[in-house]
């Protein structure tokens, strides 16, 4: 309720992960704030929470009969997400991680969130500037973790990689 706004009966978002609801609260307010200047009916409220997508955010897709998981986060915040909504969605197979990193992020700190929910990594090339090499990814999982990685210079490649180990249940 603000300024005698209510919203009843409100679909759950269409986006995958516990974290949407506070996102679409927010987006709620903004709206109920911005009425005068922009008016937003609840069907169409309703009809943007049914039918909202974000490409790259928790994105499901099949890729050869695997389901695959696409996550672009670029915060803490976003890895503890993907961690949880991987943590309260396990599957009975292998999880496995395609990772590339920025190298001002604090890497440790995302390996160390995504551990407990990943079973084999794999690091990417980045073909940007302020990207971390595959190899020193690698070299961060083996130390914060203990496992091993497998390193690419290309998503294409590693993509290729997981294909040939993953299976449906993975």
Not at 117 to 129: A, E, G, M
Request: net charge negative; charged share 20%.
């Amino acid at each position: 309720v603000y300024q005698d706004t209510v919203y009843r009966s409100l679909p759950y978002p269409a986006l995958s992960g516990a974290h949407q609801i506070n996102n679409a609260a927010g987006a709620l307010m903004a709206i109920t704030c911005l009425q005068t200047q922009l008016p937003v009916d609840v069907s169409a409220i309703q009809r943007g929470l049914n039918t909202v997508t974000l490409s790259g955010r928790l994105e499901h897709r099949s890729l050869d009969g695997v389901d695959v998981i696409l996550d672009v986060s670029h915060n803490q915040q976003g890895i503890a997400a993907l961690a949880m909504y991987l943590h309260q969605h396990p599957i009975e197979g292998h999880t496995y991680v395609v990772i590339g990193m920025m190298s001002d992020k604090d890497q440790n700190a995302i390996i160390s969130t995504l551990d407990s929910v990943v079973d084999d990594w794999f690091s990417v090339d980045l073909k940007i500037p302020r990207a971390s090499s595959a190899i020193e990814i690698c070299g961060k999982i083996k130390q914060v973790t203990g496992k091993q990685c497998v390193k690419s210079s290309a998503t294409g490649e590693t993509r290729d990689s997981v294909r040939k180990i993953a299976h449906s249940k993975d």
